[in-house]
C-alpha cells in the first residue's frame, strides 16, 4: 500500500513526526535533471564514492530528489489507468514510467516496481527539515528521558514532557481555546498552552514549594527556553492569574504537622474544639476525658490523632459560606469569587 497512504495521510492532514534515516533508499540517479528517459540508476554506495559523500545522510541532505528504493505497487485502491501502467512496466525492463496527476503525487515505475524518492519523506518539525513518518496512535518518538529540569522546576517522575502537551493541544485546540488541567501538577500543561497562545485553568491542591506550577509559569513569563520554546520562537511575556482557596481545616492541619511538643499540640487541639470542623463521629468531651491517654502517644503519633479528628470534607472554605462574618471574606475576595463563578 505504498503510496496509497501517503496520498491519504496528505489528503487528511496527517500529522508527520521525525524518524531516523532510512536505509531502505539505497540507489541514486546519478543524471537527474537528464530526464527519465536518459537516467542512470547506480547503488547509493557506488554513489558515495564517486562523489566524496562522508555518509549517507550527507547524500541525502544534498540530493535528497535522487535518493531512491523500489517498493512492490499495490493494485487495490488505484485507477484503471494505473493498474495498465503497472503492468505495462513489468513487461518493459529498465524502463521507467511516469504517471502525472494533478492531485497527488506523480507515480514512477520501473521493472514493475515504483520508484520512491527520499525527497517525499523529508518535512519541516519544529523548524527543521528531517526524515518524517505519519504519526500512528502510538506515539514513542517523545522521549520522558531529560525533562526533569524543564520550566526550571522538578518533579521526579510525576512530569510529562512538554512536547507531549504541544501535540495534544495541536491535535485538539487552536490559539485561543481555553484549557483546563484539573490535576497541574508542576504546571507542565499551562506552560504549553501559555507558550501555544491559549488560555488556561489549573487547579492543584499539593504545595510543591520552589518547584510548583506557579513558579513555573513565571519562568514562563521570564522567557523559559527549555521544552518546546524553540520548537515555537517562544521569547517570554503575558501574565497569570493566581488564586489559592482559603483554607479552613487544612490550616489547622499544617499547624499540627509543625508542632513540636505536646504542649503545642494541646493548645491546637483546644482551639479546634472552638473553632474547627471536627468529624461528626467524635465526641471532644471523650477525648478530654481521656487526656492523659494522648500525652503518653509519640510525638508523631499525637500528630496522626489530631488530624484523623478532622472533618476533611471541610479543608477549605466553601463557596456556601462566602458571606458568613466568622470567616472574614474580604470584598476583593468575594467580588473575584462572583466573577469566576459567572454571578
Not at 161 to 176: C, D, H, Q, Y
Not at 283 to 289: F, L
Request: glycine content about 6%; some cysteine; aromatic content about 12%.
Amino acid at each position: 500500500m505504498i503510496g496509497l497512504f501517503q496520498e491519504i495521510y496528505a489528503t487528511l492532514g496527517i500529522t508527520y513526526v521525525r524518524r531516523d534515516i532510512d536505509t531502505a533508499y539505497n540507489q541514486f540517479i546519478e543524471n537527474y535533471e537528464a530526464g527519465i528517459k536518459q537516467w542512470e540508476i547506480i547503488t547509493l554506495k557506488e554513489a558515495m564514492k564517486k562523489h566524496g559523500f562522508s555518509s549517507v545522510e550527507v547524500a541525502i541532505n544534498k540530493f535528497p530528489e535522487r535518493v531512491i528504493r523500489y517498493a512492490e505497487p499495490n493494485y487495490d485502491g488505484v485507477g484503471k489507468e494505473t493498474k495498465e501502467l503497472i503492468d505495462k512496466s513489468k513487461k518493459t525492463p529498465n524502463k521507467i514510467f511516469q504517471q502525472e496527476r494533478t492531485d497527488y503525487q506523480d507515480i514512477y515505475l520501473l521493472n514493475g516496481q515504483r520508484v520512491l524518492f527520499y525527497k517525499d519523506k523529508l518535512r519541516e518539525i519544529d523548524g527543521e527539515i528531517v526524515t518524517s513518518e505519519p504519526l500512528t496512535n502510538f506515539w514513542s518518538d517523545i522521549p520522558f528521558q531529560g525533562i526533569a529540569k524543564e520550566g526550571k522546576v522538578i518533579l521526579k517522575k510525576g512530569k510529562k514532557p512538554e512536547f507531549l502537551l504541544k501535540r495534544i493541544m495541536e491535535f485538539s485546540t487552536v490559539a485561543g481555546d481555553l484549557i483546563l488541567d484539573y490535576h497541574l501538577g508542576s504546571g507542565t500543561t499551562c506552560a504549553v498552552a501559555h507558550k501555544m497562545g491559549r488560555q488556561y485553568i489549573g487547579i492543584e491542591q499539593l504545595n510543591y514549594g520552589e518547584n510548583n506550577s506557579v513558579v513555573r509559569l513565571q519562568n514562563v513569563i521570564k522567557g523559559d527556553q527549555s521544552g518546546i520554546s524553540k520548537s515555537v520562537n517562544w521569547k517570554g511575556g503575558g501574565s497569570f492569574l493566581y488564586c489559592e482557596i482559603m483554607e479552613y481545616n487544612e490550616a489547622y492541619i499544617n499547624s499540627v504537622r509543625k508542632a513540636k511538643t505536646t504542649k503545642e499540640l494541646l493548645a491546637i487541639w483546644e482551639e479546634m474544639q472552638e473553632k474547627a470542623f471536627i468529624s461528626y463521629k467524635i465526641d471532644p468531651k471523650t477525648i478530654n476525658a481521656n487526656i492523659s491517654e494522648f500525652e503518653s502517644l509519640s510525638l508523631d503519633e499525637q500528630r496522626r490523632f489530631l488530624i484523623e479528628l478532622l472533618d476533611k470534607n471541610q479543608l477549605y472554605v466553601n463557596y456556601s459560606e462566602i458571606y458568613d462574618e466568622d470567616y472574614k471574606i474580604s470584598d476583593t475576595d468575594k467580588k473575584l469569587n462572583r466573577i469566576f463563578y459567572g454571578e
